[in-house]
């Protein structure tokens, strides 16, 4: 990425603009993610961890329940203070949190038992080096998890499905294929514990409204629209499909009703133990 602090600037406007939104939803419908994660990397009661890119804590409030300690990081902080006042009004004495960037983290070297990211690999510059920190600062029997979206392995397809991601939101930089996560943890002796694969279903409205886009706005329109493209050969790997539009409360909804979209999120968990 050559201009890192651009970069920067977009992600924190980006979950400035949609902490309430983005958090509401993250905290209360990644729940089961969080604790099939947990599972993954055996997270445990002597463990120290780290969730980077923590945004609302959706992966540490949950983790602060099954481990010694855990540290939620992030790069914003308003969604960073949404995340605070959760800990906090669920009596987390656990957790602390602190503001930083995931590609260099204060950590020292094996300092750590456990190290989680979930849904942000994508908007790093260099995810290659998110991972090469994950693996320095865990120990040697430490465990390392990712969960995030995944594009399809064909290069063409993933350059279309990154170019309607960044149509959504212009903080995304490149969600990455399995295969090359799978070889990121290789290069960086973290051997595979578990590598799963799943499809979440979404309704395209709700996914642009928790990017924070409303039907009419230009991002809106414009996903939906190279989405919409794809229908026929599924080209970027969103399985998008139409279905009837709900009943209309009156005329002039049904003169511009739309048919409902579906898309399906690609997502991986992948756990890894340094070795
Ligand atoms: C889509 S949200 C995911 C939040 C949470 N992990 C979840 O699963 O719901 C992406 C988060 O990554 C954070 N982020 C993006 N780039 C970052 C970076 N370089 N370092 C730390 N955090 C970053 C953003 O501030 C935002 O909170």
């Not at 149509?167 to 799978?182: C, V, Y």
């Amino acid at each position: 990425m050559q201009n890192y602090p651009q970069q920067k600037e977009w992600v924190r406007q980006q979950f400035t603009r949609t902490a309430a939104v983005f958090g509401d939803y993250a905290v209360a419908s990644r729940v089961g993610e969080a604790e099939h994660l947990a599972r993954l990397v055996r997270a445990g009661a002597r463990d120290r961890a780290v969730d980077l890119a923590c945004g609302p804590g959706t992966l540490a409030l949950r983790f602060a329940r099954h481990v010694l300690w855990i540290c939620g990081f992030d790069l914003t902080p308003a969604i960073l203070d949404r995340a605070r006042r959760s800990a906090a009004a669920e009596n987390l004495r656990n957790i602390d949190f602190a503001l930083g960037d995931a590609q260099s983290l204060p950590f020292p070297d094996a300092s750590l038992d456990l190290a989680v990211i979930s849904y942000s690999l994508h908007h790093m510059p260099d995810p290659a080096r998110v991972i090469a920190e994950m693996a320095r600062i865990v120990k040697p029997g430490g465990r390392v998890g990712v969960l995030d979206i995944i594009v399809p392995e064909d290069s063409q397809a993933a350059a279309l499905n990154n170019h309607i991601e960044r149509l959504r939101d212009t903080s995304h930089t490149r969600t990455l294929p399995k295969s090359e996560l799978a070889s990121l943890f290789q290069a960086h002796a973290l051997r595979i514990l578990a590598a799963e694969t799943q499809y979440h279903a979404h309704p395209f409205d709700h996914w642009m409204m928790v990017a924070g886009w409303k039907p009419g706005d230009a991002p809106y329109t414009q996903a939906r629209r190279a989405l919409e493209e794809t229908i026929p050969d599924d080209a970027a790997g969103f399985h998008p499909r139409l279905s009837p539009a709900k009943p209309a409360m009156n005329a002039a909804s049904a003169a511009t009703a739309m048919p409902e979209l579906y898309i399906d999120n690609t997502v991986l968990f992948l756990a890894g133990e340094k070795v």
